[in-house]
């Protein structure tokens, strides 16, 4: 599904991205653990497309097709969902409106016929009831005066109904209640199948209770100092970071 | 949320890119000859068979025209005009003026079908709420170069006592009317382009809404300017008598020329106590090509006086037409507790010039306005949003809060901001806020991340930018707007 | 003497020849001047520069050679800082009063420079203290040096005018602050243009406190041009003065450089102050900050004139500014007119205007503790004031800015 080669990449002339190799096999969920500044967000910027970070060499292959040549709506369009650390703010622009422009646009680029406003709606709620979030989200403008958890939330929404092959979520779970933190899981879970995969970038062994990845890497200065199975999570909420990235030093 | 997800769907069905409604039609015209003279408003009187009054302000009007200077202080820039080297008076040829719509020559009905505007007497559906028919209907006056063609709805209308009608026959049919009203709101001599129109305005729309009445389907203007080598002169007169409520709709287009042509209207509207008047504009009239060649000059005064207490006058404005446009939609707030409302967007792309804005004039006590103006410059354009705020003395505790905000696509033009703040009342309030700003990379790419496209996440986030002004368009006029927005910034990203 | 414009182009052609510096130079503004007039001065043409004030009384006033007055007394009424101090008597440097500062210093009767920076063909105002300027001050503070404080103080009396030239130069990484004090008694006229320049990282800060005689007309125009990384920060009192007119015009010419153009007017009677600045933003990521009040009592006027002008490669530019009047009595006028002229896309400007009166209910509050109507009103205007004083960061100098204002509502009450 998704295989990452030497990746490296700078903001200006500053390297981030130091050599990544990750393999995500179709239908696994990948943990990305690590401290503050490591690179986790530009990984997940890099592999989206944002413009701001020049990839400096290695490649990314995502089921085959080299997704650092695409724009970023192709890479959407091939199927790879990131939900943002730091959801932006669209003032004016509708919830719905937004998301069936997007889904539409997602349609259109698989030859799908696109959905008029009243099947795009019937899905939509039925999505928002079954994430338990309020029906009025979909009315408000795109993020908002949304509060830290509702934005996450909708991040989730916004996966939900646009259906990716590859989810990346950093740190979709950092900032939220309990039972929000239940409706993330239950989001990715949802999506489950040989055909999804998902990065999920957490500092938190609770989320991964719920989700169970299939691995865990540890990102450090913008490499991969470990990987291991989910007992590597619980290793790190007891011992922390500073162990491993001295012994990777 | 229909209106907006159409909105959506035909935004994304606009593949060809550029001007479409720059056809020219192909009709049998009567010509005034070239030039301006006291001959040629002669003639102009004689063919709309006006009364001897009416010539003589005219003749008037003229006079004054003759001692005035074009404006300078607007931030346009323009070639000189040649104002006798203009016709200013062009007209289907007929033979008696169109009684009914069968009468109307089959090509120019074709002309509107094809500007999608609806004569045809029938009820528009544009809602998906059955209930709301009857309000969707919409009595449509459409104005040709100087003529009126053709007005619908005039029977339904006069049952509920309105009168719509063009201003020609207003001059005939209601003297008494347009004697007490013309020219008390923009003055002959307001202005050069005010005096211009005051003699030789050909046609236009009169509406006069009688006391009480609540004007049963929104009325709307279509205006079409289609000969070479005219200038387009308007003049609409609207009054709405004591406790009368109206929502006037006015569209404008012209064919694709390489000429400039000049467009000089004067829009006046009169509401009496506790009268309601709300004007809305699409203006679209040819905006010259990429490289500014051609386009219409739109040298408009439009300027609203709430007489009476508690009166309320709104102008909404989505203004993505004309090579230059010079507009100042304003309001003289008269009486107690009246209204003044001015909501725009400006777009000007390629080398379009706006210098648009409003002007609320608070006289009456309790008065209160609001301005919200969002004015979006990409290409090689310039934006120029210029307001005057003014508290008399008497304004006491008159209210004006304004938002003027500009968002810049592309770094080679220009967004200008040019309040004027003038209070003379210690109780009165005045508060002003400007941004200018661009579109934020992480919007983009947000929205990018999403599945859309470059142009279509612009497309959206400027039609956020502008919510708070399509929000007070008609529902129809709503959408027309929408797709408008996107279309007039075509080419401007990437 | 003869009044109004053609006074004192009378005056330049009799003095031409005598008047030290570049003759062209003096010439070429004497024609603008001869081509402009005084704004306002006479009917018709319009200038949207002075679309708030015009200097008809200026033109209407009979200016007259005074017979010397007794400046001593003058300056031994004004508070001043324990710091050097330059005194000029009705435009001439007087050695006698002043306590000369470390910095270099010259009077520009024996080094006339005239700057690069100024606009006699577009600022008539400047156009005539270009052709009769005879005084003023050169302060020149070399790289590196810290000029610490330096008091310019403008005495004036009779119905004369004047019209003063200043010069001030920041080398690199300089710093200097500059508090001119300008006061006087009588009908006269002070026109004074200083030309400032800062160059990179160099800091000056420039308070201005106008407290001139209320029969008195003030023009004051200031050119600053600030390079690289340098900022020019300049806070403006006007309490004085019959007619005054205090412009600024700001150039941001080097990357990061900071202006900062904050004032207050506080008016009674029928005095009109117009506060009128230009900050161009010329270079990239450069920034600008303008907060502008003004107190308005009796039947006095208040003008606020203030664009910001970003050129088109002048990117990530930063310029905000606010504005706010408040009217204390119902004859008392408010004309306001902030601007923005922008060609570049990535910047981020804004700005604010409010207008009103004292908030009624923070009035009633205030009372209904027990103080009396004057001095709520009082502290309220203080407060309202408070926002662009704290913007002196200076404390001595801030202390005393609030001593004048206290002073004039002490004046007030009288
Ligand atoms: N726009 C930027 N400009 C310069 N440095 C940046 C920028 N964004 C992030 N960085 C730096 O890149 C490094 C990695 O950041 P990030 O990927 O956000 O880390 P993480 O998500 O692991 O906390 C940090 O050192 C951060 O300071
Ligand atoms: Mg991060």
Not at chain 3, 253 to 278: C, K
Request: proline residues 4%; negative net charge.
């Amino acid at each position: 599904m998704l295989d990452i080669r030497g990746l490296t990449a700078s903001i200006g002339d500053k390297p981030i991205l130091k050599g990544i190799d990750l393999t995500v096999p179709a239908g696994e969920v990948h943990a990305i653990m690590g401290p503050n500044g490591s690179g986790k967000s530009t990984l997940g910027y890099v592999l989206s497309g944002r413009e701001d970070y020049t990839v400096t060499g290695g490649s990314a292959m995502f089921n085959d097709a080299d997704i650092l040549a695409m724009a970023p709506e192709q890479r959407a369009a091939a199927g790879l969902f990131l939900a943002f650390q730091a959801p932006i703010e669209l003032p004016g622009v509708n919830n719905a409106n937004f998301l069936r422009t997007a889904l539409n646009a997602i349609r259109r680029a698989h030859g799908e016929p696109e959905l008029d406003a009243v099947q795009f709606l019937k899905l939509a709620r039925a999505e928002t009831k079954r994430l338990a979030m309020p029906d009025d989200m979909l009315k408000r403008n795109v993020n908002v005066g949304f509060s830290g958890g509702e934005k996450k939330r909708n991040e989730v929404l916004q996966m939900a109904i646009l259906r990716p092959k590859l989810a990346i979520l950093d740190e979709t779970d950092s900032g939220l209640d309990i039972d929000a933190l239940k409706i993330v899981a239950d989001g990715v879970n949802a999506l489950r199948g040989p055909d999804f995969s998902a990065l999920v970038i957490t500092h938190h062994q609770r989320l991964l209770d719920h989700l169970v990845p299939n691995r865990v890497h540890v990102l450090a200065h913008g490499r991969i100092v470990r990987t291991g199975g989910p007992e590597l999570a619980k290793e790190l909420e007891k011992s922390g970071y500073a162990g491993l990235i001295a012994e990777a030093a | 949320m229909a209106a907006v997800t159409e909105t959506l769907d035909t935004v994304q069905s606009v593949t060809q890119s550029g001007y479409k409604w720059g056809f020219e039609t192909a009709i049998e015209m009567d010509f005034a000859p070239k030039g301006l003279n006291e001959d040629i408003i002669r003639l102009i009187s004689a063919r709309k068979e006006e009364p001897e009054w009416m010539l003589d302000w005219r003749l008037k009007s003229y006079a004054a025209w003759l001692t005035m200077e074009e404006p300078r202080w607007a931030r346009v820039d323009h070639p000189p005009i040649g104002y006798q080297d203009l016709h200013y008076y062009a007209a289907p040829k007929k033979k008696a003026g169109p009684k009914s719509l069968d009468e109307v020559d089959p090509e120019l009905l074709k002309m509107y079908e094809k500007l999608g505007i609806p004569l045809k007497e029938r009820a528009i559906l544009a809602g998906v709420d059955p209930d709301t028919v009857e309000n969707t209907q919409i009595a449509v006056d459409a104005v040709f170069d100087s003529v009126s063609v053709a007005t619908t709805f005039q029977a339904t209308l006069r049952k509920a006592g309105v009168i719509f009608c063009p201003i020609s026959e207003a001059v005939r049919e209601h003297p008494e009317l347009v004697k007490q009203y013309l020219g008390t709101v923009v003055p002959t001599a307001d202005n050069f382009f005010a005096a211009l129109n005051s003699a030789v305005f050909t046609d236009g729309s009169f509406v006069y809404i009688p006391k009480g009445v609540r004007c049963p389907m929104e009325l709307s203007t279509y205006f079409r300017i289609n000969a070479r080598n005219t200038g387009q002169f308007e003049r609409t007169l609207i009054i709405a008598a004591e406790g009368a409520h109206v929502s006037y709709l006015e569209g404008c287009t012209a064919p694709q020329r390489d000429e400039n042509q000049l467009h000089a209207a004067v829009v006046e509207l009169v509401a009496l106590d506790d009268a309601t008047i709300k004007y809305s504009t699409v203006q679209n009239w040819y905006p010259g090509d990429a490289n500014g060649k051609g386009g219409i000059y739109n040298f408009v005064t439009k300027r609203g006086a709430c007489r009476g207490a508690r009166s309320k006058i709104s102008w909404t404005q989505v203004e993505t037409g004309s090579a230059i446009t010079w507009k100042y939609p304003s309001c003289v707030l008269l009486g107690e507790d009246s209204v003044g409302e001015f909501y725009s967007v400006a777009v000007t792309n390629n080398h379009q010039q706006a210098d648009t804005g409003t002007k609320m004039i608070h006289v009456g006590k309790g008065s209160r306005s609001t301005i919200v103006s969002k004015g979006i410059s990409a290409g090689h354009s310039n934006n120029t949003y210029r307001g005057l705020v003014r508290m008399l003395p008497g304004a006491a505790n008159a209210r004006n809060h304004t938002q003027c905000d500009s968002l810049l696509i592309g770094d080679q033009s220009g967004a200008h901001t040019v309040p004027y703040i003038e209070s003379r009342n210690l109780t009165a309030k005045v508060e002003h806020e400007a941004t200018t700003s661009k579109i934020a990379d992480d919007q983009l790419f947000y929205c990018r991340q999403r599945g859309l496209s470059e142009e279509d996440a612009v497309g959206l986030i400027v039609n956020g930018f502008c919510k708070d002004v399509l929000k007070e368009l008609p529902m129809e006029f709503a959408v027309e707007a929408q797709k408008l927005l996107a279309v007039s910034l075509e080419g401007s990203v990437g | 003497m003869s009044t109004g414009a053609t006074g004192f182009l009378q005056r330049y052609e009799d003095a031409v020849g005598r008047l030290p510096g570049d003759s062209a130079l003096r010439a070429a503004a004497a024609a603008a001047f001869r081509e402009a007039g005084l704004p306002g001065g006479t009917q018709g043409r319009r200038i949207e520069a002075w679309k708030y004030t015009s200097l008809r009384p200026v033109a209407e006033a009979n200016f007259q050679v005074s017979p010397r007055h007794e400046a001593e007394t003058l300056l031994s009424g004004l508070t001043l800082l324990d710091a050097p101090r330059v005194v000029f008597v009705d435009g001439v440097l007087r050695g006698d009063l002043s306590v000369l500062p470390a910095v270099s210093i010259a009077r520009f009767a024996d080094q006339p420079d005239f700057g690069t920076l100024t606009w006699p063909d577009r600022e008539p105002m400047v156009a005539l203290n270009t052709m009769l300027a005879t005084d003023g001050v050169a302060l020149n503070v070399p790289a590196g040096v810290d000029g610490g404080i330096v008091q310019l103080v403008s005495l004036s009396g009779g119905q004369g005018d004047f019209h003063p030239r200043h010069g001030i130069r920041l080398g690199k990484g300089a710093s200097l602050t500059v508090v001119e004090v300008a006061a006087g008694q009588g009908a006269y006229l002070l026109n004074t243009v200083a030309e400032i320049h800062v160059a990179e990282g160099a800091h000056l800060t420039h308070i201005r406190l106008q407290d001139e005689a209320t029969t008195a007309f003030h023009v004051s125009t200031t050119y600053a041009d600030v390079q690289a990384g340098g900022t020019y920060d300049s806070f403006t009192l006007n309490l004085g003065g019959r007619l005054s007119r205090t412009e600024v015009h700001t150039q941001l010419s080097g990357p990061n450089a900071t202006a900062h153009l904050n004032a207050a007017q506080i008016l009674a009677g029928s005095q009109h102050a117009d506060f009128t600045t230009v900050v161009s933003h010329a270079a990239p990521s450069c920034s600008s900050r303008q907060t502008v009040k003004n107190v308005l009592g009796g039947r006095s006027r208040g003008v606020f004139q203030g664009k910001i002008a970003v050129a088109r490669h002048a990117q990530k530019t930063d310029g905000y500014q606010m504005n706010q009047a408040l009217l204390l009595s119902p004859d008392a006028e408010v004309d306001s007119k902030p601007e923005l002229e922008i060609f570049a896309d990535d910047v981020k400007c804004s700005h604010g205007a409010t207008v009103g009166e004292l908030d009624a209910e923070q009035m009633f509050y205030l009372r209904s503790r027990g103080i009396p109507d004057a001095e709520a009103k009082s502290i309220l205007v203080r407060a309202f004031l408070a926002e662009a004083l704290d913007a002196v960061a200076n404390e001595t100098i801030r202390g005393l800015l609030e001593t004048a204002v206290e002073q004039w509502w002490e004046r007030q009450k009288a």
